[in-house]
Structures are given as structure tokens and as C-alpha cells.
């Protein structure tokens, strides 16, 4: 108990301490040496995350519909019925009106051949904000190529969270009172939800996936079913139907977890690569190891290091790192990622199946 107590009080003293020091590289800076990397043409000049001027052949984009997809009001527990839970649809416009509406409706805008986005959102995302941040996102993506086809779906669970000093918490958490642990926990078992939403796409669309946080735990635990893992007593009989990319962004996940043996090591059967997006000061990642005792780093600050790539075998080709420390600096939460349309240029053959 006196150890817990002991990871608690670093846990909150550094989550103070460095929320008062973040502070990320300003908006609208461009990635460090990627563009010339990859041979990518200049960014379009923004006004802020929504408002780059675009050509009239390609405003095209401004008449789309980007949809939310919820599962906030299933149960958050392993049971024998648990994915059987039915979802919440809202479809909303470029300006964020949204609306509510069925999985009939759902269906019959999905175009089969053309690529789908699913964005997961991390911890401590409110209902409130969902809409906004779907947007941004949405938008954030289709500037960064708005004369080639995609459908975007933002996947929301129910990731509120305070720090507490609840007792029933501090009995089952390895850091008393810290909701984390648990909104982790969730976020885990909501990979099934994932899983569900992506055999509800026909296979003749190419996924993309981008997990942000805990939502990239629901990522690869999505992944790890689809690879022939087992998630809630529940395995597929057949495996992934569809072409699937993944970008992880800000992961809060042991950086070995998708290593043969580890928690989610059937993920890379289900995916043709994954791409980590790693920040080394990202504020909130800094204080992940004291969790518990002994708990390994991050992958979102850690990254794959050379003892993963040598434990994935023939699989390390499937995956990279890709580092934008010096330009997200201290930064974790999602908006600090969408705020910068060169990400969204650099990640356009991963999203749009560019080859």
C-alpha cells in the first residue's frame, strides 16, 4: 500500500508540474526535413485548422459529410452479450452540424471501393467536444488531399475521466485513484467495438486506422483480434477481410506490446503496416511508466526500439517510427497534432492508399 501511495503522489506531482510547462512549437510550422524527404509539395497557407484556401476544381470537398460513430452508451465490461451492443450514428457536415441518424442511413453513404478513415479518440474526451474535434479532423484529412475520394468516421467510447481518490478504485488500480487505469482497461475491451464497425464496411474499401492515446489501445487490440487473438472469449473464425494501414499517434501502450508473446501480438497479422508516431517529451506519456512498478515506456515517446524490431521478426519491415518531437515538443492531446496540415500532407499515402 505505502508503494502505491508512493507512485500516486509522483504520478500527480509530474502530471502538475508538466502541464505547466507544455507548451508545443507554434501552429502551422512545417515538419522538420519530412518534406523533402518525401518529395511533398509545399502546404497551402492556413488561417487555422479549417480554413485553408482551396482551388474551385477542389472545393468539392466542403459539400462532404464526415460520420460519428458511438458506442458511449454500451456496457464498458467483458460479458457474454457485449458485442452485441448496437451503435449510435451522427452524421455531420463540413461546418460540424451534425445530426442524429441509423445504421440504415450509415450504410447507404458508405461508397464500397472507396478508402474509409476510422479516427479513435483518447482518454478524457467528452461527449461535448467529440463533434468539434470530428471535425477538425475530418477537415484536417481532406485539405491534405482533396481530389482523391475518402470517407472519414470518428469512433467515440466513453473516455471521461477525473483523478479520484475512490477506494473501490485504489483497491483494483496500481496507482490509487488514477482513472487512467481503468479508462485503459476500456479502452481495451472496446477494440471489440472496432472490430464490429470494421466488418460493417464492405472489403472493398481499404481502412485506415488512427488511434490517438488510449484510443490507439483500442487500435491494437482491434488489430490483435482480427490477427487471431482473443478479445472477451471471443476469436473470429475467419481473418481480417480487408486492407488495413495504422498510424498511432501519442500510444499509451508499453512500447512491446505488439512483440511475439506480448499483450497484442497478433496485431500486425491484420494490418500491412503501422506507422508510430512518436513525441520523446510528450508530457502526459513522461509520467505513463509509474503506472506500476517496473511497467515498461510508452511506444507513443519510447517508439519501437531496436530490441522490438529485432523480436518482430520478418514483421519489423511492417512497421516505423516516426518522430516529430521537435515539432509537437511537449505536446499530447490530438488538437496539437491536427493543428499542423504538413502531419495530414506526410501521412497521405497511409490514409489514401496511395501506393
Known amino acids: 500500500m505505502i508503494r502505491r501511495i508512493v ?36 502546404p ?27 458506442v458511449r452508451h454500451c456496457q464498458q465490461r467483458c460479458h457474454h452479450c457485449a458485442h452485441d451492443c448496437s451503435f449510435g450514428y451522427v452524421r455531420s457536415d463540413w461546418n460540424g452540424c451534425a445530426t442524429a441518424a441509423t445504421d440504415a442511413e450509415f450504410r447507404a453513404w458508405l461508397k464500397p471501393g472507396v478508402p ?12 461535448d467536444t467529440v463533434t468539434e474535434d470530428s471535425k477538425n479532423t475530418f477537415r484536417w484529412l481532406r485539405q491534405a488531399a482533396p481530389h482523391l475520394p475518402l470517407q472519414v468516421v470518428f469512433l467515440t467510447w466513453p473516455s471521461e475521466g477525473l483523478l479520484t481518490l475512490n477506494p473501490a478504485i485504489a483497491t483494483t488500480s496500481a496507482v490509487p485513484g488514477l482513472d487512467v487505469a481503468i479508462l485503459g482497461r476500456r479502452a481495451e475491451f472496446n477494440g471489440i467495438r472496432l472490430v464490429k464497425l470494421i466488418q460493417s464496411i464492405s472489403p472493398e474499401s481499404p481502412i485506415s486506422l488512427i488511434g490517438h492515446s488510449h484510443g490507439a ?26 486492407r488495413i494501414r495504422t ?17 497484442y501480438e497478433k496485431a500486425l497479422n491484420a494490418t500491412e503496416c503501422l506507422l508510430n508516431i ?13 503506472r506500476k512498478p517496473f511497467s515498461r515506456r510508452a511506444l507513443g515517446s519510447a517508439g519501437f526500439t531496436e530490441g522490438d524490431l529485432d ?3 520478418y514483421q519489423a519491415s511492417q512497421v516505423a517510427n516516426y518522430d516529430l518531437s521537435e515539432l509537437i515538443g511537449y505536446g499530447h492531446i490530438w488538437p496539437e497534432f491536427y493543428q499542423h496540415p504538413s502531419i495530414a500532407d506526410a501521412l497521405v499515402d497511409w490514409v489514401y492508399f496511395q501506393e
Open 7 to 42: 507512485y500516486a503522489s509522483l504520478s500527480l506531482t509530474l502530471l502538475v508540474l508538466l502541464s505547466a510547462v507544455a507548451s508545443p512549437i507554434a501552429a502551422g510550422q512545417d515538419l522538420p526535413g519530412l518534406r523533402q524527404i518525401l518529395q511533398l509539395p509545399e
Open 44 to 70: 497551402i497557407p492556413q488561417v487555422d485548422a479549417g480554413a485553408r484556401s482551396l482551388p474551385a476544381s477542389e472545393a468539392s470537398i466542403f459539400g462532404e459529410d464526415h460520420w460519428i460513430v458511438s
Open 116 to 127: 474509409v478513415c476510422i479516427m479513435v479518440h483518447g482518454s478524457f474526451v467528452t461527449a
Open 217 to 242: 489501445r483500442i487500435v491494437v487490440s482491434g488489430l490483435n483480434l482480427l490477427g487471431g487473438g482473443e478479445l472477451c472469449d471471443v476469436k473470429l473464425c475467419d481473418g481480417p477481410s480487408h
Open 247 to 263: 498510424i498511432l499517434a501519442g500510444a499509451a501502450i508499453d512500447h512491446d506490446w505488439l512483440c511475439p508473446g506480448q499483450r
Open 278 to 290: 512518436r513525441v520523446r517529451k510528450d508530457w502526459a506519456l513522461m509520467i505513463y511508466p509509474l
Open 311 to 313: 523480436r518482430f521478426g
